[in-house]
């Protein structure tokens, strides 16, 4: 097998998707978002080489009841602390800078 079909083969849509969990009626399918890349390469002296990775990211799942799906997306805790802490550093940088401005005058 080579190494075009190894990628082929690592995305697929069951990497998106997860198995289908039954749980109190409904049927819960997990998603995720998948992002890959590789590469490869050659040296006369050592040889050849490659490389690929994947990540995947919770995005939500779909609940399945009563024949009606419904999207439920996933929160993502580390993108909020994240965006908070940008906005605090932001913040004091941003006053540092006025403070600085206004003791030159």
């Known amino acids: 097998m080579g190494i075009v079909n190894q990628i082929q083969d690592q995305f697929s849509a069951g990497i998106v998707y997860g198995d289908p969990v039954e749980t109190d009626g409904a049927v819960v ?8 890349g590789g590469g490869g390469g050659s040296d006369p002296n050592l ?8 990540v995947a990211i919770p995005s939500g799942a779909w609940v399945i009841r009563n024949g ?6 996933a ?3 580390n993108a909020i602390v994240l965006g908070g802490q940008l906005v605090g550093i932001s913040y004091f940088f941003f ?10 005058r």
């Open 29 to 36: 399918v997990p998603a995720a978002r998948v992002f890959g």
């Open 47 to 54: 040889g050849e080489g490659g490389g690929f990775g994947l």
């Open 68 to 73: 009606q799906a419904r999207w439920k997306p």
């Open 75 to 77: 929160i993502d805790v």
């Open 95 to 104: 006053s540092w800078l006025i403070a600085r401005a206004r003791a030159k």
